[in-house]
């Protein structure tokens, strides 16, 4: 099994910077894509960004040029890096991982964290 331990996500002014992370643990044999994905209230949960294994990343038009995912191998964590936050910026963020496990390596598995709170006003 896995698990996903998220962290980082708190109450930003507009215009602020907050950097979130998530770690994954377990019987990990390998980890192929990392994403963000974000939910606000009222509304589906909607794909941020994402990195591949290979260093390929994709955005969300409404986050491009102010977020920057990134990731370290070695620790098995993706990170979100926000900058310039607006207030519809405001949601809970959760990190979904694909994966394979150590007891199973012809299955890929998606994993979801638990989710943060990231609330932008003033």
């Known amino acids: 099994q896995a698990h996903l331990v998220e962290s980082g996500g708190g109450l930003v002014q507009p215009g602020g910077s907050l950097r979130l992370s998530c770690a994954a643990s377990?019987?990990?044999?390998?980890?192929?894509?990392m994403a963000w994905y974000r939910q606000a209230p009222g509304k589906q949960r909607e794909l941020v960004t994402r990195?591949?294994?290979?260093?390929?990343?994709n955005y969300a038009d409404s986050v491009k040029g102010r977020f920057t995912i990134s990731r370290d191998n070695a620790k098995n964590t993706v990170y979100l890096q926000m900058n310039s936050l607006k207030p519809e910026d405001t949601a809970v963020y959760y990190c979904?991982?694909?994966?394979?496990?150590?007891?199973?390596?012809?299955?890929?598995?998606?994993?979801w964290g638990q989710g943060t709170q990231v609330t932008v006003s003033s």
């Open positions: 979904n991982v694909d994966l394979v496990l150590m007891e199973d390596i012809w299955t890929s598995r998606n994993y």
């Open positions: 377990g019987s990990i044999s390998s980890i192929n894509a």
């Open positions: 990195i591949t294994s290979a260093g390929n990343t």
